[in-house]
């Protein structure tokens, strides 16, 4: 009973010296003493007659007022040790969600030139056209572009860290697409001289400046609502 302050078990001396404490404070002050020196030193001064410091009045009553103190205060200290549980239990709660959200909801991961096939490459004024079929198995989320400084433009597919399979009907994973140079440029700032699918470091060339490529179809126009 390290725990509890001397200076509560020195109010009880006096009342477990004259054996007229209750037994909750006799068990209280013996688990002290086993374990304190300093107030197994108090008991043997009272003991042996010896003048001690001024001590609060030896009554009954002075016996309930210590162990209503100590009732309080260990009423405290769990109300502060349910309010920090609170706290570490929502910090928890919060952090895991957050991983749940970063796993499966954010687009992260770049998809790989390994299984993308590019095909159906056709030109129509500043407008690019091409099919994208990404044949590993899993799903697309989402497609990004993204401009070098030498003015090649990266189609990169995105999808988050936890994979989901690709099931019908097939989205971006399987889809065409165009790129409209004119808007790019505008949007950047800058010409675009290539495009190409994945990304600086592993990447699928769609289409290069001066590349000469069939007009698109008009049916692919029409698709697209393009006059």
Partial sequence: ??????RVIEDLLPLYHDDVCSEE??????GHLSQCEACRNE???MRAGLPVEEKVTVDRNSDDRVMKGIASSWKKG???SFWKGMVLSVLLIGSILLAYVGLFNWHVVSVGTEKADISMISQHGDMIFYHLNVDDGYSISSIVYKMDKSG???VTAKRPVI???SEPPFELENHSDLVDLSEQQEIRGQKVKAIYFGTENDRKQIWKKGMDLPETDKSELARWGIQ
């Fill in 78 to 80: 769990r109300k502060r």
């Fill in 43 to 45: 008991l043997q001064r």
């Fill in 163 to 165: 994979k989901k399979k």
């Fill in 1 to 6: 009973m390290r725990d509890v302050p001397c």
């Fill in 152 to 154: 090649n433009l990266y």
């Fill in 25 to 30: 404070s006799r068990t209280l002050v013996e």
